[in-house]
């Protein structure tokens, strides 16, 4: 079985979320780089594993939320099936499993609100995790503007987490802001990703909640 460690160490990959970052810095987007592919590795492998699913779907979440924004290297648009058009034939080099592969590539070719939905667990706990990333560590160092409403909204997220509750059956995505932006400013960028983690929840058999300041926010459907 192919691991983590092993994909953070070949350097096609590496250039690859490099590459992402800077395409989406000259864009002015927020943090894309080795932090949001850390983060959503592990918050993906965290949510896996804490529904108890097997080691080896724990794994390829991990990989998953890694890699799944590498298609931004080509362009923004349909960056989700670029990334996964890219990956296939370098883990093929790799000798992982057919099996492995297209379940990765099927979750990084489905992340997109747009475009994807949620077809498996490992496509599912990498959407929550990639939608939840909302913090000030995403506003790229020296070029916070006021006005530009992804920097505003992140930069107001002091705190954020998800917590999984195998009893319930619920995913929880807590966040705290400040005042420095509106919870209308929040949902004015992150409804539609909302309503994919609420989705993806489903398919995990789960119910998504959404806190803000401690309020809960939606229904959990």
Same mark, same amino acid.
């Given at each position: 079985?192919?691991?983590?460690?092993?994909?953070?160490?070949?350097?096609?990959?590496?250039?690859?979320?490099?590459?992402?970052?800077?395409?989406?810095?000259?864009?002015?987007?927020?943090?894309?780089?080795?932090?949001?592919?850390?983060?959503?590795?592990?918050?993906?492998?965290?949510?896996?594993?804490?529904?108890?699913?097997?080691?080896?779907? *724990?794994?390829?979440?991990?990989?998953?939320?890694?890699?799944?924004? *590498?298609?931004?290297?080509?362009?923004?648009?349909?960056?989700?099936?670029?990334?996964?058009?890219?990956?296939?034939?370098?883990?093929?080099?790799?000798?992982?499993?057919?099996?492995?592969?297209?379940?990765?590539?099927?979750?990084?070719?489905?992340?997109?609100?747009?475009?994807?939905?949620?077809?498996?667990?490992?496509?599912?706990? @990498?959407?929550?995790?990639?939608?939840?990333?909302?913090?000030?560590?995403? *506003?790229?160092?020296?070029?916070?503007d006021p006005n530009d409403i992804h920097d505003r909204v992140n930069?107001?997220?002091?705190?954020?987490?998800?917590?999984?509750?195998?009893?319930? @059956?619920?995913?929880?995505?807590?966040?705290? @802001?400040?005042?420095?932006?509106? *919870?209308?400013?929040?949902?004015?960028?992150?409804?539609?990703?909302?309503?994919?983690?609420?989705?993806?929840?489903?398919?995990?058999?789960?119910?998504?909640?959404?806190?803000?300041?401690?309020?809960?926010?939606?229904?959990?459907?």
């Open positions: 079985m192919i691991k983590l460690e092993q994909i953070k160490k070949n350097p096609e990959i590496i250039s690859l979320i490099n590459a992402s970052c800077e395409c989406l810095r000259k864009m002015n987007y927020t943090e894309h780089g080795l932090r949001h592919a850390s983060y959503v590795s592990a918050l993906t492998g965290k949510i896996l594993a804490e529904l108890n699913y097997d080691a080896n779907t *724990v794994e390829l979440g991990k990989i998953a939320g890694y890699i799944h924004d *590498v298609g931004n290297s080509v362009n923004r648009h349909n960056h989700g099936i670029a990334g996964a058009l890219l990956v296939y034939p370098i883990l093929r080099g790799m000798n992982m499993p057919y099996d492995d592969i297209n379940t990765i590539t099927a979750s990084i070719g489905n992340h997109e609100e747009e475009i994807g939905l949620p077809i498996n667990a490992v496509s599912a706990a @990498m959407i929550i995790a990639d939608k939840s990333d909302a913090h000030r560590t995403r *506003v790229r160092r020296g070029d916070y930069y107001a997220i002091n705190r954020n987490e998800i917590l999984v509750s195998k009893d319930q @059956m619920t995913i929880s995505h807590k966040l705290w @802001m400040e005042e420095t932006a509106s *919870v209308m400013d929040y949902f004015n960028i992150y409804l539609s990703r909302i309503q994919m983690c609420e989705q993806a929840a489903s398919l995990l058999e789960c119910k998504f909640k959404l806190y803000i300041n401690d309020v809960l926010i939606n229904l959990a459907q």
